[in-house]
């Protein structure tokens, strides 16, 4: 049955021209057209059936063409870079090793501003994260763990035959008896508790991790650590400073000043100053919850949905528009200039390149391939990933 369409979308054939049918933004790597070709199952994120869910054409242009901005999203490599230094953190409690990664993540940190910004913050993150959790109430099991599995019809029992599912799980941790999906979040909000219970990657993940690695997960750990906004003093110019000190003077009823030109906040005193902010409790803090099982019935039955909405938008070649979702994050979709112009193909020549589907499971330490092989995923969308 067709699905029902929401007021929020937009269905527009103008924009439907802009693109291939959906057969032709399939790579042959994706193993998309599973079931007509036989080339396996197509491989499928929770990344890929979120994005589905906001706008389906954004979930095309990223996952069946492959587009992604030419520049990266600083905020996503700020993150990535992070969880990288927790995933080093956790697993050898080595800050020196820590630190090293990121001044090799930054090599140009001494003259390009932007690169300056980032590794401060990301040095002082770090640093800070050590100095609050010197020891753990938790074991590691896991970090950075791997899982493919098949994706289940509630309903019936039966797993898909178009599709499976992989993810990367931060860390597995244990307390006591009982076993926890460690979860990082970088963020720029101090509220962002309200609303970890609608995070439907991390129970999904969950799920997952219970039913395929045979861990029983009851909860999730929340780690979260907040980008400190703070920013490293310019300092005034000649002209600057004579222009305050000229205001100053104009409204002094000695007709003096003691006003000296503000020199620019060195290195050392912007750390020493993040330092002190990172002492602060609200930089970092843990919320653990204990998931109902009620949740995971839920979100099988979303996810299931979900692939049988995206068979039919395949079948059709027609994956629409959800323009509310455009300035969901307050600023432009990445693929804005793309949906919004005239000339596709130009658009896509000098705004975006082509990366492999998922690249959120590069790096994953401990791959499973033998159970992902067992589940005729195709090898190659592995490959290239790992
Ligand atoms: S710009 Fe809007 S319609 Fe186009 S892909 Fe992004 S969210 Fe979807």
Redesign the pocket.
Known sequence: MEPQRDNNTVVSDMCNNHLPKADALLPPESGGNEGRSGRGKMLTTYSLWNLFRN?R??CA?RYLQGLVPVEPDSNLSFGSLIHECLALWHGERNLEKVLEHINQAYPNAAQDEEQKKTWHLAIAMMTGYAARYPQEDFQIVALNKLFGGKIINPATGASSRSFVLAGKVNGIVQIGDEFFLLEHKTTSQLDVTEKLWADFQIILYAWYVREVLKIPIVGIIYDILVKAKLQQGKGETEAEFEARRAELLAKSKTGKTSAQRKLPESDEEFQERLRIKYGEPEMFFRQKFYIPESRYEVLKSELWELTQNFLIARRKGYFY???A??FHFQTP?A??PL?SADNAAAVIENNYRTVDPHEELKAAQDMDTEFLEKLRIYPEQFKKAA
């Open positions: 706008c054409r954004a242009l528009q959800n323009t979702f455009c979709c693929y804005y949906c």
